[in-house]
């Protein structure tokens, strides 16, 4: 089985990963002058360059990680996949639906009209129009390379190496799902991807295995997927077919259900494995 080689975080660490993300989106900004200014490419509706500049973006961070940081020590990037027992994944999911319906209520919340809101939306659906033209590319960049590669660097890199510095695991998370749900830049995802981020951390540090945040996070986006490819990008479409407020509510009583439920059997594994 693998065992992580991430180290504690560091400032030289912190700048590596900043450097590697500005490498990738340096790399794609120069890319879309290519297709506008010498090809005469509209890559804005380009999933393909989409799909390219997402990999650059995760792929990166982690090469100048792996190359500056491990490397100079002799050590190679390795992740944590321990096997899960079945039991967690019946609490894991539901935990994680119950979160889902959080999110989508709060989402809606955010404005997407006036000056700075409304231009930022219709970017952000121009986007997600792009991605949703082409299903195959869709599934494959959310449902299956973003699962792996953002668990990767955020809860298997970022947040591994915050807690090796010692700090407390529940602020650890919360950074790391901070940061996750920056990336994804616009309002509407960092909402979103915040309140998951913490699912999928706590989920990631209860088990010490990425192998469950990579299904969870599938498991999310691939949800999203469907809805966007039956009603489209822009749309308030929920879950489940009640009243946003409804749904909040037993997202709610899920989530807190399954927490309660999933903390407990990890205290007693623990307990058992003392004992």
Same mark, same amino acid.
């Given at each position: 089985?693998?065992?992580?080689?991430?180290?504690?975080?560091?400032?030289?660490?912190?700048?590596?990963?900043?450097?590697?993300?500005?490498?990738?989106?340096?790399?794609?900004?120069?890319?879309?002058?290519?297709?506008?200014?010498?090809?005469?490419?509209?890559?804005?509706?380009?999933?393909?360059?989409? *799909?390219?500049?997402?990999? +650059?973006?995760?792929?990166?961070?982690?090469?100048?990680?792996?190359?500056? $940081?491990?490397?100079?020590?002799?050590?190679?990037?390795?992740?944590?996949?321990?096997?899960?027992?079945?039991?967690?994944?019946?609490?894991?999911?539901? +935990?994680?639906?119950?979160?889902?319906?959080?999110? &989508?209520?709060? $989402?809606?919340?955010?404005?997407?009209?006036?000056?700075?809101? @409304?231009?930022?939306?219709?970017?952000?659906?121009?986007?997600?129009?792009?991605?949703?033209?082409?299903?195959?590319?869709?599934?494959?960049?959310? $449902?299956?390379? %973003?699962?792996?590669? &953002?668990?990767?660097?955020?809860?298997?890199?970022?947040?591994?190496?915050?807690?090796?510095?010692?700090?407390?695991?529940?602020?650890?998370?919360?950074?790391? %799902?901070?940061?996750? @749900?920056?990336?994804?830049?616009?309002?509407?995802?960092?909402?979103?991807?915040?309140?998951?981020?913490?699912?999928?951390?706590?989920?990631?540090?209860?088990?010490?295995?990425?192998?469950?945040?990579?299904? *969870?996070?599938?498991?999310?986006? *691939?949800?999203?997927? *469907?809805?966007?490819?039956?009603?489209?990008?822009?749309?308030?479409?929920?879950?489940?077919?009640?009243?946003?407020?409804?749904?909040? +509510?037993?997202?709610?009583?899920?989530?807190?259900?399954?927490?309660?439920?999933?903390?407990?059997?990890?205290?007693?594994?623990?307990?058992?494995?003392?004992?």
């Amino acid at each position: 089985m693998m065992k992580s080689t991430v180290q504690p975080l560091n400032f030289f660490s912190a700048v590596m990963l900043f450097l590697g993300l500005m490498a990738g989106q340096t790399i794609i900004a120069f890319a879309a002058a290519l297709c506008i200014y010498v090809f005469h490419i509209d890559y804005a509706s380009s999933s393909w360059f989409m *799909l390219i500049g997402y990999m +650059l973006s995760m792929v990166l961070p982690l090469i100048f990680y792996q190359f500056f $940081v491990l490397k100079p020590k002799g050590l190679d990037l390795k992740f944590d996949f321990k096997k899960n027992t079945f039991v967690t994944y019946i609490l894991a999911f539901p +935990l994680m639906f119950g979160m889902m319906l959080i999110a &989508e209520y709060l $989402v809606t919340l955010v404005p997407t009209s006036g000056y700075f809101f @409304g231009n930022l939306y219709k970017s952000f659906t121009n986007q997600m129009s792009a991605l949703a033209v082409d299903n195959v590319t869709m599934i494959l960049l959310t $449902v299956i390379l %973003a699962p792996l590669l &953002e668990e990767f660097l955020f809860r298997g890199l970022i947040q591994k190496s915050i807690i090796k510095t010692g700090l407390n695991p529940k602020i650890s998370i919360l950074i790391s %799902a901070f940061i996750f @749900g920056a990336f994804h830049v616009y309002p509407w995802q960092f909402v979103g991807a915040f309140l998951l981020g913490i699912v999928l951390g706590i989920v990631y540090e209860k088990t010490k295995s990425l192998v469950l945040p990579i299904l *969870l996070h599938a498991f999310n986006n *691939l949800i999203s997927a *469907l809805i966007m490819m039956k009603y489209g990008p822009d749309t308030t479409q929920g879950i489940l077919p009640i009243e946003p407020i409804y749904s909040f +509510l037993i997202g709610v009583g899920i989530f807190n259900i399954f927490m309660l439920a999933f903390t407990f059997y990890f205290r007693r594994k623990a307990s058992i494995f003392e004992g």
